[in-house]
């Protein structure tokens, strides 16, 4: 019989206490970020506070907008153990995983070892996600839910923190294979990469078109940033933020009463969208500096958590609706 040892709560004067700690760290975090990204305060935002949150995020955007670079850059500044694995429609799941091997000692004994893949490291970058086999796609799943594998009938537990941030481009799509609904239940937020604006890309150019480009610096270690998610998981989420959540997710899923809804959206978010929106509230609550969520942090972060968990109608598609649409229209409603 399993116990359930339940953390102590913590009192208000030392949740404030350890709040202080953590903004500095996160301040310094942005700071390290900020040297490397220009612009897109939003897309790094959003991408920190899916780890801050424990999750792992999809990055959406056409070529050249800086998604390997912001993967590589995080990994620096968070001091995370980072890997890269480019997908391709021949990428088999052992090449993610690992295998065993037969070796052989002086004595002519011989044994099997494994040999750990790409997938074991914090940060793991899954480049172009969707060109990959369902077959491979299956296999990064488990881990990616269970932050284990299992090869040859045995487990490996993965290194902690794990994240997984995988990059997708929307645009060309010969040679792809869609990600299936349950995998992309998995990822904490779909995070889409705009262009920059006019003044953050003339930044770039003057910035990344001489002879040295801005370096990332560490500035913060895994232990602390595990301390930092479990610092999130412990804060008070107000009541009313409880039924904003409900209220918004439960409206996004048709059979609900709402007309239109049932007209627009095939199917709708299930309960781990509403734990991802409670998580990444608290998360984008300390990012800001405040120390419990609030309807406004709902209202920002649906778009990014609800848009890959739902399905249009036929009849959506035919009239040009988007997702983006939808939901827009559904957190008005809720304002």
Same mark, same amino acid.
């Given at each position: 019989?399993? *116990?359930?040892?339940?953390?102590?709560?913590?009192?208000?004067?030392?949740?404030?206490?350890?709040?202080?700690?953590?903004?500095?760290?996160?301040?310094?975090?942005?700071?390290?970020?900020?040297?490397?990204?220009?612009?897109?305060?939003?897309?790094?935002?959003?991408?920190?506070?899916?780890? !801050?949150?424990?999750?792992?995020?999809?990055?959406?955007? *056409?070529?050249?907008?800086?998604? &390997?670079?912001?993967?590589?850059?995080?990994?620096?500044?968070?001091?995370?153990?980072?890997?890269?694995?480019?997908? &391709?429609?021949?990428? !088999? +799941?052992?090449?993610? #995983?690992?295998?065993?091997?037969?070796?052989?000692?002086? &004595?002519?004994?011989?044994?099997? =070892?494994?040999?750990?893949?790409?997938?074991?490291?914090?940060?793991?970058?899954?480049?172009?996600?969707?060109?990959?086999?369902? =077959? &491979?796609?299956?296999?990064?799943?488990?881990? !990616?839910?269970?932050? @284990?594998?299992?090869?040859?009938?045995? =487990? @490996?537990?993965?290194?902690? +923190?794990? @994240?997984?941030?995988?990059?997708?481009?929307? %645009?060309?799509?010969?040679?792809?294979?869609?990600?299936?609904?349950?995998? %992309?239940?998995?990822?904490?937020?779909?995070?889409?990469?705009?262009?920059?604006?006019?003044?953050?890309?003339?930044?770039? #150019?003057?910035?990344?078109?001489?002879?040295?480009?801005?370096?990332?610096?560490?500035? !913060?270690?895994?232990?602390?940033?595990?301390?930092?998610?479990?610092?999130?998981?412990?804060? +008070?989420?107000?009541?009313?933020? *409880?039924?904003?959540?409900?209220?918004? *997710?439960?409206?996004?899923?048709?059979?609900?009463?709402?007309?239109?809804?049932? =007209?627009?959206?095939?199917?709708? +978010?299930?309960?781990?969208?509403?734990?991802?929106?409670? %998580?990444?509230?608290?998360?984008?609550? %300390?990012?800001?500096?405040?120390?419990?969520?609030?309807?406004?942090?709902? @209202?920002?972060?649906?778009?990014?958590?609800?848009?890959?968990?739902?399905?249009?109608?036929?009849?959506?598609?035919?009239?040009?609706?988007?997702?983006?649409?939808?939901?827009?229209? #559904?957190?008005?409603?809720?304002?």
């Amino acid at each position: 019989m399993s *116990v359930i040892v339940k953390e102590p709560a913590l009192t208000e004067a030392e949740m404030v206490t350890q709040a202080e700690r953590a903004l500095e760290d996160i301040a310094r975090v942005r700071a390290g970020v900020g040297r490397v990204i220009f612009g897109q305060q939003s897309v790094v935002e959003r991408t920190l506070v899916a780890i !801050m949150a424990g999750g792992h995020a999809l990055l959406v955007g *056409v070529p050249g907008l800086a998604k &390997t670079k912001l993967v590589e850059t995080l990994g620096v500044v968070l001091g995370l153990d980072a890997s890269r694995i480019q997908f &391709t429609p021949d990428l !088999m +799941p052992s090449d993610i #995983l690992g295998s065993e091997v037969m070796e052989q000692d002086e &004595t002519g004994r011989r044994s099997f =070892r494994f040999l750990p893949g790409p997938i074991f490291a914090q940060l793991l970058m899954a480049d172009e996600i969707n060109r990959a086999s369902p =077959r &491979t796609q299956s296999a990064l799943l488990q881990s !990616m839910q269970e932050y @284990h594998v299992t090869v040859a009938g045995h =487990r @490996h537990d993965l290194p902690k +923190p794990f @994240h997984v941030l995988a990059t997708q481009n929307p %645009l060309e799509q010969e040679g792809t294979y869609p990600l299936p609904e349950a995998q %992309l239940d998995r990822f904490l937020m779909q995070v889409d990469i705009l262009y920059p604006d006019i003044e953050a890309e003339r930044r770039i #150019l003057i910035e990344t078109t001489g002879t040295s480009d801005a370096a990332a610096e560490n500035v !913060m270690s895994p232990d602390r940033l595990l301390e930092i998610q479990q610092l999130i998981r412990r804060m +008070p989420v107000p009541e009313s933020v *409880v039924e904003a959540i409900l209220r918004l *997710v439960r409206s996004a899923r048709p059979g609900q009463g709402n007309e239109e809804v049932d =007209r627009l959206v095939a199917w709708g +978010p299930g309960p781990r969208a509403s734990q991802a929106l409670t %998580l990444c509230a608290r998360a984008r609550a %300390l990012y800001d500096g405040r120390l419990a969520p609030s309807i406004d942090d709902v @209202h920002a972060l649906a778009e990014p958590v609800l848009q890959h968990r739902m399905a249009l109608s036929f009849a959506a598609r035919a009239e040009g609706t988007t997702v983006r649409d939808v939901i827009a229209q #559904l957190v008005k409603s809720e304002g």
